[in-house]
């Protein structure tokens, strides 16, 4: 099946620090890839999705500023949290997918900020 | 985006069929229905899919009612392995989860 890879899978990091998460679909070209959190027992939620070359549509209550969204290729996106705080702890997951094709997701970054 | 609704836990003998119900009376013509599982702390995985007919592939079999309201999906043959939270998703564009099923396989 297909494979997503998710990089890193977990990262501690300190107050005001910005981290920043690749996801790649390792064997096919994904058209759009997807940026979900999901917090302790509760259910993904969709954060944004963004499409190659172009800027990334966000989910209402996410902030554009905070969450970076880069995706250069049909590999490759990036997630950039900017001066992460504690409350930005979460698990971040994301999906890659071609078009009329099922999302295949990535095995998530969990991000613990001190 | 349809709603569903999905028992909150289940348990199921090991070896034995488990059969996860999903009711999504809201969905759209065009809306496909999607499982997908989550074992704890991994990103979802995706199981199958259907639009009006049955679909069976090596992990599961999906029974879409004819009028498309509900679906059901079967594990034939379920292992400690299928423990997980399995999400019964109507998608048309983006997947919205809900809280999904906590299916666990008693040895």
């Known amino acids: 099946g297909a494979v997503v890879s998710q990089h890193p899978s977990r990262v501690i990091c300190k107050s005001g620090t910005s981290v920043k998460i690749e996801c790649r679909s390792l064997?096919?070209?994904?058209?759009?890839m997807f940026w979900y959190r999901q917090f302790p027992k509760q259910s993904l939620m969709l954060m944004a999705t963004?499409?190659?070359?172009?800027?990334?549509?966000?989910e209402q209550g996410v902030e554009k500023d905070k969450f970076l969204i880069n995706h250069a290729s049909l590999t490759l996106s990036t997630l950039t949290v900017t001066s992460a705080h504690p409350e930005d702890s979460s698990f971040y997951i994301c999906?890659?997918?071609?078009?009329?094709?099922?999302?295949?997701f990535g095995d998530g970054t969990r991000l613990s900020i001190l | 985006d349809a709603k569903t609704t999905q028992p909150p836990s289940m348990d199921c003998a090991e070896g034995r069929a488990a059969n996860l119900p999903c009711n999504h009376s809201t969905i759209s013509g065009n809306e496909y229905v999607y499982w997908y599982r989550q074992i704890h702390s991994q990103g979802p995985q995706y199981i199958i899919h259907g639009l009006k007919n049955n679909e069976t592939n090596e992990m599961a079999s999906l029974i879409i009612t004819e009028d498309r309201k509900s679906s059901t999906l079967i594990l034939p043959h379920a292992t400690l392995r299928d423990t997980a939270v399995y999400y019964c998703?109507?998608?048309?564009?983006?997947?919205?989860f809900g809280t999904g099923t906590r299916l666990t396989i008693i040895p």
């Open positions: 963004s499409n190659e070359g172009s800027k990334a549509t966000y």
């Open positions: 064997d096919f070209q994904a058209t759009t």
């Open positions: 998703i109507p998608q048309n564009e983006k997947l919205t």
């Open positions: 999906s890659a997918a071609r078009t009329d094709q099922p999302q295949h």
